[in-house]
């Protein structure tokens, strides 16, 4: 079995009286497609930024790509890309502007990142629209934008949160097709959040289930709608998480006001 990537034992965090995450363990292989999921204010946001060096644990540990999170955040940091729910580009720059801020946010050395702009702007189909300001660009080209802006840095790991919320099918799996390429050729780790089932089903190889702050499932998509009985994984969540709902859980929004905070005031 390949090594663990991301490997997080008894993980708890409190909010005073309220657990959001309530003694959490899992592991994501290297290499691997990993899909973390649940009902809005299930603790998958609580989750994310504990995993992301945005929040400390209460208890537990984690280990990402050999570093814990809490005394190494900056080596965690570099061994990650993020693309978050809510759009973070800055629409008044143009594709390679983004790009290049990105890089200098990361550290990036100057000598490559000319190269490496050009590599994955032409890896998403984007370089020939590279001086357009982002805001011109459709919803679909801004999520591939953002995927090669998480990738210019070269992390070894690529978090997803809803990655393709809002788009139209023909998009969805075109962004999809981008991942798996990216998963198989290069072996990057994906670790994502969302709420299509169907992408999970066709491209997670392995699927977590958390809600009020416990895993719930654990497996292969196979295995959870074994579990619950189900002829579909959107068939077996809901009946494993119940038909009521869920409010969301506060403060995904700054989420990228909070990782350019931490590497502006905090690299060292």
């Known amino acids: 079995m390949p090594d663990a990537h991301i490997s997080v034992n008894s993980l708890t965090k409190k909010f005073g ?26 603790g998958k946001t609580t989750t994310i930024k504990m995993l992301t060096t945005l929040m400390r644990p209460t208890a537990g540990t ?12 900056n080596d965690v940091r570099r061994s990650f890309g993020i693309v978050f729910q809510d759009p973070s580009l800055d629409d008044e720059l143009t594709a390679h502007e983004n790009m290049f801020l990105h890089a200098g946010m990361y550290g990036v050395p100057r000598s490559e990142t000319a190269k490496r702009i050009e590599e994955l702007l032409n890896f998403v189909e984007l370089w020939d629209r590279r001086d357009s300001l982002v805001k011109t660009f459709s919803g679909g080209m801004k999520r591939r ?22 788009l139209d099918p023909q998009t969805r799996n075109h962004i999809w097709s981008y991942l798996k390429k990216l998963n198989q050729e290069h072996g ?3 670790f994502f959040t969302t709420h299509y089932m169907d992408e999970v089903e066709r491209v997670a190889d392995k699927v977590v289930i958390i809600d009020h702050g416990r895993i719930i499932a654990s497996g292969t998509a196979v295995a959870i709608k074994e579990q619950a009985s189900a002829a579909s994984l959107e068939d077996a969540f809901i009946k494993l998480t119940g038909h009521a709902i869920r409010d969301d859980e506060a403060g995904a929004a700054d989420h990228m006001r909070q990782m350019g905070r931490l590497w502006r005031g905090g690299r060292r």
């Open 17 to 42: 009286d309220i657990v959001a995450v309530d003694n959490v363990s899992f592991e994501v292989p290297s290499g691997s497609i990993f899909a973390f999921l649940g009902p809005n204010g299930a």
């Open 62 to 73: 984690i280990n990402i790509a050999g570093f814990d999170p809490v005394v190494s955040a």
């Open 145 to 166: 934008l953002e995927i090669a802006r998480g990738l210019l840095h070269t992390p070894s790991v690529l978090f997803l949160d809803e990655p393709t919320v809002g």
């Open 188 to 190: 990057l780790t994906i």
